[in-house]
C-alpha cells in the first residue's frame, strides 16, 4: 500500500499550514517529501518552482541546508554540546565561514528568547527550552520553509501553548511554516488546516 496517493498539494510562500490525520495515515511521509528528505515514487515535487528529481544528492543536500529549516517531536539535541555549539551545528555543512556561527547562532538563540542559556547543556534545560533550542537550530540557516513534526508533541499544556506562540510569531515575521500536529487546537492557529487519511487529503479547512 502506497503511503501516499493522489495527493495535490501547493504551499504558498509565507503561509502557515497545518496537517493532521490518525497515525499512518501519510503525515511524517508527506512532510519528509516537502523537505527533500524523500522523493516520491510517482508524481512531481516542485520546490520554488524547481523539479526536486532533477537535482543531484549535492544539490538536494545544499537545498536542505540553505533553505529548510526541521524541527522534531524529540528535540535532537547533542548532549556533549552546549546549546550554541547545537544551534551551530547546520552551519557546519554550509559555506558561512566559522567567524560567523557563534553570531548567528546566538542571534537565532535571541529569537526564540534563549540566549541566557546559550553555554548550558541540553542536560539543564526544560522540556519548552529544548524545543526553543530546537527550533533556534532550525533558523541558524534562516530557512525559507520551516517544517515542524509534532513540535509540542513531549511538552505538558502550558509548555506547549509557549511553543505554539513562538510558532505564531515566527510566522507573523514571515517564515512559511508547516507542521504536522495530532494537537487540534495547535492546528487551528494556521492559516490552512490539511486533514489526512490513508494516505490521501480528506480535506482542507481555513479554520
Known amino acids: 500500500m502506497a503511503a501516499l496517493t493522489e495527493v495535490s498539494l501547493d504551499i504558498r510562500e509565507g503561509e502557515k499550514v497545518a496537517i493532521m490525520g490518525p497515525s499512518g495515515s501519510g503525515k511524517t511521509t508527506l512532510l519528509s517529501i516537502l523537505g527533500c528528505?524523500?522523493?516520491?515514487?510517482?508524481?512531481?515535487?516542485?520546490?520554488?518552482?524547481?523539479?526536486?528529481?532533477?537535482?543531484?544528492?549535492?544539490?538536494?543536500?545544499?537545498?536542505?541546508?540553505?533553505?529548510?529549516?526541521?524541527?522534531?517531536?524529540?528535540?535532537?539535541?547533542?548532549?556533549?554540546?552546549?546549546?550554541a555549539e547545537n544551534v551551530e551545528t547546520p552551519l557546519q555543512y554550509g559555506e558561512r565561514p566559522m567567524r560567523e556561527w557563534r553570531p548567528r547562532a546566538l542571534e537565532a538563540l535571541g529569537r526564540v528568547g534563549l540566549a541566557a542559556r546559550a553555554d548550558h547543556r541540553p542536560s539543564e534545560l526544560s522540556g519548552g527550552e529544548a524545543q526553543r533550542a530546537a527550533i533556534a537550530r532550525a533558523l541558524v540557516v534562516e530557512p525559507r520553509l520551516l517544517l515542524a513534526d509534532e513540535p509540542t508533541g513531549n511538552l505538558d499544556t502550558a509548555t506547549g501553548g509557549e511553543i505554539a506562540a513562538l510558532l505564531d510569531e515566527l510566522h507573523a515575521q514571515g517564515s512559511t511554516v508547516v507542521l504536522v500536529t495530532h494537537n487540534e487546537p495547535l492546528a487551528r492557529r494556521a492559516e490552512r488546516l490539511v486533514t489526512l487519511r490513508d494516505g490521501r487529503i480528506e480535506g482542507e479547512t481555513r479554520p
Open 37 to 83: 528528505l524523500d522523493r516520491p515514487t510517482r508524481g512531481e515535487h516542485l520546490f520554488e518552482g524547481r523539479s526536486v528529481a532533477e537535482l543531484d544528492d549535492d544539490t538536494l543536500s545544499r537545498l536542505r541546508n540553505r533553505a529548510i529549516g526541521f524541527v522534531f517531536q524529540s528535540f535532537h539535541l547533542l548532549p556533549h554540546l552546549s546549546v
